[in-house]
Nanobody, 124 residues
Framework: QVQLVESGGGLVQAGGSLRLSCAAS????????MGWFRQAPGKERELVAA????????WYGDFVRGRFTISRDNAKNTVNLQMNSLKVEDTAVYYCAADPPPYKGWATGDYTYWGQGTQVTVSS
């Protein structure tokens, strides 16, 4: 089993930045794809960004491309999401998720392991 714990959420003004971190434990996730999802009140969960096991391939939702950067440190078993130029509409609970081989979640969003989430609130 893999446990994921997110941190770094909080309240920030529009235009500001936050850095989310996700620490994995239980087993190494160096061979897993990792993703960040978010869910705002009354809306469906959506994939924000994803990174493959080696960090050479990333994906971003159109709504964050150019503003958010996903990265990983396999030596530390962590994945990060740097969020810049935050907008009010980025307000949501952000979840870290892990997708083991054969990476069925990469195309479907159906990741296997999930964290509890961290709240990000962007004020105007």
């Amino acid at each position: 089993q893999v446990q994921l714990v997110e941190s770094g959420g909080g309240l920030v003004q529009a235009g500001g930045s936050l850095r989310l971190s996700c620490a994995a434990s239980g087993r190494t996730v160096s061979s897993y794809a990792m993703g960040w999802f978010r869910q705002a009140p009354g809306k469906e969960r959506e994939l924000v960004a994803a990174i493959n096991w080696g960090g050479s391939n990333t994906w971003y939702g159109d709504f964050v491309r150019g503003r958010f950067t996903i990265s990983r440190d396999n030596a530390k078993n962590t994945v990060n999401l740097q969020m810049n130029s935050l907008k009010v509409e980025d307000t949501a609970v952000y979840y870290c998720a892990a997708d083991p081989p054969p990476y069925k979640g990469w195309a479907t969003g159906d990741y296997t392991y999930w964290g509890q989430g961290t709240q990000v609130t962007v004020s105007s």
